[in-house]
């Protein structure tokens, strides 16, 4: 019987190969999402809000273990969801700014990233409020048109008073000291 011999610089590299893509004694995990409809208001900031709720069956899950990617139906490019902890419930909060009124779905994707294999779509919705435009008032308008008035019978004045100005008081160009010194052409 022949004995193989490998050299001794290749082993490292065997080992690597034979253990790369084996998995580890990974998790089944089962994400269970929940959703969590919300109310938002047209151009308003929604900050730091819950979108979903979620479960996994790790007891030893912790919030760094999952990434929700959350679509907010308005048309709008996608965002990451911060997740955070509540007891055995992971909430998928997020930020977003809704142009438009109406309702909207929201779709969270929740991916336990590796070891983990689970992932969960929960889908809520979205109720956005018409942005509310104060109607002015008629103190408003009185001071507005009082100001407004003051300004402009202000302004009047100014230009009356210049124009009186303009009026009794001589142009530089007429004055007699201004044509003494200038010099007189002799026609020849």
Request: with cysteine.
């Amino acid at each position: 019987m022949r004995r193989c011999r490998l050299p001794m610089r290749l082993i490292p590299a065997i080992l690597a190969a034979a253990f790369i893509g084996c998995p580890t004694q990974a998790h089944a995990t089962v994400i269970t999402g929940f959703s969590s409809d919300f109310t938002a208001d047209q151009g308003v900031p929604f900050t730091i809000q819950q979108v979903a709720i979620f479960e996994d069956d790790n007891p030893a899950a912790a919030p760094g273990d999952f990434l929700a990617i959350i679509d907010w139906g308005d048309g709008s490019p996608t965002s990451s969801g911060f997740i955070g902890i509540s007891d055995t419930e992971f909430p998928v909060l997020g930020n977003h700014t809704y142009v438009s009124f109406g309702d909207f779905t929201v779709t969270v994707t929740i991916d336990d990233q590796w070891p983990g294999t689970g992932e969960a779509v929960v889908t809520s919705n979205a109720h956005v409020n018409a942005q509310v435009v104060p109607e002015p008032s008629t103190a408003i308008l009185l001071v507005a048109g009082f100001v407004g008035a003051g300004w402009w019978t202000t302004g009047l004045r100014r230009r009356a008073t210049r124009s009186q100005d303009r009026e009794t008081t001589p142009s530089p160009a007429a004055s007699p000291a201004r044509r003494a010194r200038r010099p007189i052409r002799e026609c020849g």
